[in-house]
């Protein structure tokens, strides 16, 4: 992340796979950035190591759900450890959660294969369970929430993809935590 968002905001992330069970193919993480009054977020293609290519290989047709090919993460992802290194440089000693039911099993599986430890925390709350949480402290009406998601979905990205789920829960829990 290019500027240095405050290590108490939460960092929101997804990790899609192309099947249930299949190796990871694309990260993204995001975060408010309350200097400029915006989101921060990267987003990832990841390269399959060998290993995980012959899974990618026997169901072709999944990936293709996201508008990618093989050749497309071969060319143009990131190898996990390109990938460990920078989430580790960049989100070190922060809280991730997950937009996505398995995100951690996926990203550790990212960083088994850069055989690294994680320099961060996966907390095991999902991302939607945190944001109502965080609405019950802060005494949001059901009104207020539903009013909160709408905004945040309207300025979002939108579609499937990880960094349009990251940047969305990002946005939806600034919105929360600052709403009047």
Not at 112 to 121: L, R, S, T
Request: glycine share 6%; aromatic share 8%; charged share 20%.
């Amino acid at each position: 992340m290019s500027e240095s968002p405050n290590e108490d905001t939460p960092v929101f992330y997804a990790c899609i796979t192309a099947t249930p069970e299949g190796p990871p193919i694309e990260i993204a993480w995001a975060a408010p950035a309350f200097e400029t009054h915006g989101i921060t977020c990267e987003s990832h293609l990841i390269q399959p190591p060998a290993a995980w290519r012959s899974e990618l290989a026997q169901d072709l047709a999944a990936a293709q759900v996201y508008g990618l090919a093989l050749s497309d993460l071969q060319e143009f992802g990131a190898s996990p450890s390109e990938l460990a290194a920078l989430m580790n440089e960049g989100l070190a000693n922060r809280d991730l959660f997950s937009g996505t039911a398995g995100g951690d099993v996926r990203v550790r599986r990212i960083f088994d294969a850069a055989n690294v430890a994680p320099a961060f925390a996966l907390r095991r709350a999902a991302a939607e369970e945190l944001i109502t949480e965080l609405a019950r402290l802060r005494c949001l009406s059901s009104a207020d929430v539903d009013r909160a998601k709408r905004e945040a979905e309207g300025m979002s990205l939108t579609g499937i993809r990880a960094e349009a789920k990251a940047r969305y829960l990002a946005t939806f829990w600034a919105i929360v935590a600052y709403r009047n």
